[in-house]
């Protein structure tokens, strides 16, 4: 979900989606276990995931299924895409703005780079 092929790809599909699906990363199997995990994996590819960031900030259809949730694009941590049209954004929602804002600042706890 973070990097790689399959990122890029998903993020090549946001000008074509027709749907954008919200998944709070709070919402996800074992998120509570894996803050540490997480925290690591997206100070890795805080790159990818700014990359990421500015092409949601250029699609109306991420950003206002952002809004309607209450979410912002620096929330954005990763992105998925299927074969019919529809994407799904994580996003954080676990942490304070700072590290939704900096991907490569560690959360709370969890070990730096």
């Known amino acids: ?4 092929a399959d990122f ?3 993020i090549s599909t946001l000008d ?3 749907s954008v699906n919200i998944l709070p990363i709070s919402g996800l199997d074992g998120a509570g276990e894996n803050q540490t ?3 690591e994996a997206m100070a890795s ?7 990421l960031r500015a092409r949601v900030m250029q699609s109306k259809i991420a950003t206002d299924a952002l809004t309607a949730q209450g979410y912002t694009v620096e929330q954005v941590v990763a992105i998925s895409a299927s074969g019919d049209g529809a994407i799904s954004l994580y996003v954080i929602d ?3 703005g700072a590290m939704a804002a ?3 600042t560690p ?3 969890a070990k730096a780079p």
């Open 37 to 39: 995990a997480l925290s």
């Open 16 to 18: 074509a989606a027709t």
């Open 8 to 10: 890029t790809t998903a």
């Open 102 to 104: 900096d991907p490569a």
């Open 1 to 4: 979900m973070i990097g790689g």
């Open 45 to 51: 590819k805080a790159q990818d995931i700014e990359s």
């Open 107 to 109: 959360m709370p706890g």
């Open 94 to 96: 676990m942490m304070d």
